[in-house]
């Protein structure tokens, strides 16, 4: 990350490193900025609006010739904190912070396109996402055409004319289908389309979308980022072009903006995330591992089992297998519901990526908003269950299922 965003106030002759530091040194002093007191921790500046030593620093705040704050729904420095931090974690040139997932995710493509415009996505997708690509654009004149996301051929017919904006999540919730964001990046780009990938599931830590090759990247700061089920948040981290061209005017005059406070908890959050994550992700193998042993289950879907159906991409794109396992049980929706009943310990709830294991039912919540047929499309069937690795006890969890599975 850039050197200025190193906050070493109020030693300002203390030289920052002269080496690339590693993201998790950037995940705990990434875009830290002292204030006089030189607080340890990161300050919280709740404040709506900011003040002007005279009349003519405020005209010439507004005219862009100092970077003074104007005002919370532009900028403020608690969220600027959280904002260059996830940007250097992501490696990314730009970040903007938001009030939730979806507004990150409406306000990255809604900044791009126009009447006339057309989408390409995949098709499986969170239902919000969904909506958003399939209802709301189209009522502006917007065309969206939903693609099966493993399906090269069909990216390749979808990506043979001009297209404004790809969109795709990777892996996909509840089922975990994985796109090659390198390969649907290179023939996006070839109709001069942007490429922004919904990188919610893998989170920051297992997987780099702009390294491979896509434009943008947004996330649900619900999920992983906080991880800890206490805020709503988002973020769109892209270029430097891309952010000021498009996203700053659209985000400053909508106004969907992340709250200070919130920011605050989240810049905490990011510095421990990659190993909250990563636990996670051991966590949800072994559970992957001990479902696909079971007699109950028909089947299990993980991008770290080598029954994935694109195990050898995921392996290739992600560093792990991931938070979040899909799985099928033999019988019906009553047999699926009368397990998570016997659960004690995991919740029921409807997220995902949180420190507390949540399972969902997700023809009946999270998909709910669906048609029948496009929940069959994405393969959410009555006795589908979409289970959240937290960061319980891995054993305790095993036995948590196990006992649930007898009962
Ligand atoms: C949760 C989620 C969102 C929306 O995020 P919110 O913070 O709930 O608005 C978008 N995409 C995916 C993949 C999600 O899981």
Not at 143 to 169: C, H, M, R, Y
Not at 201 to 208: D, E, F, G, V, Y
Request: with cysteine; glycine share 8%; charged share 20%.
């Amino acid at each position: 990350m850039s050197k200025e965003n190193w906050g070493y106030q109020p030693r300002p002759n203390r030289p920052a490193p002269d080496w690339d530091v590693h993201p998790q040194t950037d995940a705990v002093r990434g875009g830290l900025s002292r204030s006089g007191f030189g607080e340890t921790a990161e300050a919280l500046y709740l404040t709506s609006g900011f003040t002007y030593g005279s009349a003519d620093e405020a005209l010439e705040s507004f005219t862009d010739e100092t970077d003074h704050f104007l005002y919370s729904r532009f900028h403020n420095p608690t969220i600027a904190t959280f904002e260059k931090r996830l940007a250097a974690i992501e490696g990314a040139e730009y970040c903007i912070a938001t009030g939730s997932g979806m507004s990150a995710m409406f306000a990255s493509i809604a900044c791009l396109v126009s009447a006339g415009d057309r989408v390409v996505a995949s098709a499986a997708m969170f239902s919000s996402c969904h909506v958003v690509l399939t209802e709301i654009l189209p009522k502006w004149g917007v065309t969206v055409e939903l693609v099966k996301g493993n399906d090269k051929a069909a990216w390749q017919a979808a990506l043979s004319s001009p297209t404004k904006a790809v969109f795709i999540e990777t892996p996909s919730n509840p089922l975990l289908e994985i796109v090659d964001i390198a390969l649907v990046s290179d023939l996006a780009h070839k109709v001069g389309a942007t490429v922004v990938v919904d990188n919610v599931m893998a989170s920051p830590i297992l997987q780099k979308p702009l390294e491979l090759g896509a434009d943008v990247v947004m996330y649900s700061a619900t999920k992983h980022i906080d991880g800890q089920g206490r805020v709503l948040a988002g973020a769109v981290l892209g270029s430097f072009s891309y952010i000021h061209e498009h996203l700053t005017p659209f985000i400053r005059h909508t106004g969907p903006t992340l709250s200070p406070f919130n920011a605050w908890l989240l810049t905490k959050s990011l510095e421990t995330m990659e190993m909250r994550v990563n636990r996670m992700v051991e966590n949800a193998q072994a559970i992957a591992e001990f479902l696909e042993s079971r007699k109950e289950i028909k089947s299990v879907r993980f991008p770290g089992l080598k029954s994935h159906p694109d195990y050898a991409l995921a392996k290739k794109q992600m560093s792990g297998g991931g938070t979040t396992i899909g799985f099928e049980f033999k019988g019906s929706q009553k047999d699926a519901f009368k397990f998570m009943d016997a659960l004690r310990i995991i919740d029921i709830s409807n997220n995902l990526g949180d420190s507390k294991s949540l399972i969902t039912h997700p023809a009946s919540t999270t998909h709910r908003r669906l048609s029948p047929e496009v929940q069959a499309e994405m393969g959410i069937k009555p006795a589908v269950l979409r289970l959240s690795v937290g960061l319980e006890f891995v054993d305790d969890l095993i036995k948590d299922i196990d006992q649930a599975l007898t009962s």
